[in-house]
């Protein structure tokens, strides 16, 4: 599976986003270690904190497909600011302590930054996450 495959597939999921409240796009997807795609978008709520993010949304649907065996491989996060403002967007915590779990030490994370992509772990975005 190729960057490009992962790229394209968040670029569709963001298109199906559904941000009425922020005007904000995010589209995620993952290679599984099984060798599977998945993509997700953001979900908004009127009652804002219930708010799904791209990343959550795909790893999800993976687990939902693949079980809880499901390991990540790589995530790919793009998105596009209606605003016009900076496409920059780095997961949020949330998603970073989300995809720990089903990460290991290797798991790739690409996602825009303000100068392009910014390529580097899942272990790197959340040095010390929570655990018991
Ligand atoms: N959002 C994501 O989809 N992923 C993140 O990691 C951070 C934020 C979404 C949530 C909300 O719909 C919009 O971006 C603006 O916060």
Redesign the pocket.
């Given at each position: 599976m190729t960057k490009i495959d992962l790229q394209r597939e968040a670029a569709k999921a963001m298109e199906k986003?559904y941000?009425p409240?922020?005007h904000?796009?995010?589209g995620?997807a993952i290679l599984t270690e099984a060798g599977n795609i998945y993509a997700g978008?953001?979900?908004?709520n009127i009652s804002y904190g219930l708010?799904?993010?791209?990343?959550?949304?795909a790893i999800v649907q993976a687990v939902a497909a693949e079980g809880p065996g499901m390991k990540l491989k790589e995530v790919v996060?793009t998105?596009h600011n209606e605003a016009g403002a900076s496409d920059a967007?780095?997961?949020?915590g949330?998603?970073r302590q989300f995809m720990i779990e089903f990460s290991d030490k290797d798991t790739k994370v690409t996602y825009p930054g303000e100068n392009g992509d910014i390529v580097t772990t899942a272990n790197n975005l959340l040095p010390d996450s929570f655990r018991f």
């Open positions: 986003a941000s409240y922020s904000f796009k995010v995620a978008c953001n979900v908004e708010t799904i993010c791209a990343e959550r949304n996060v998105n967007c780095s997961p949020c949330a998603c």
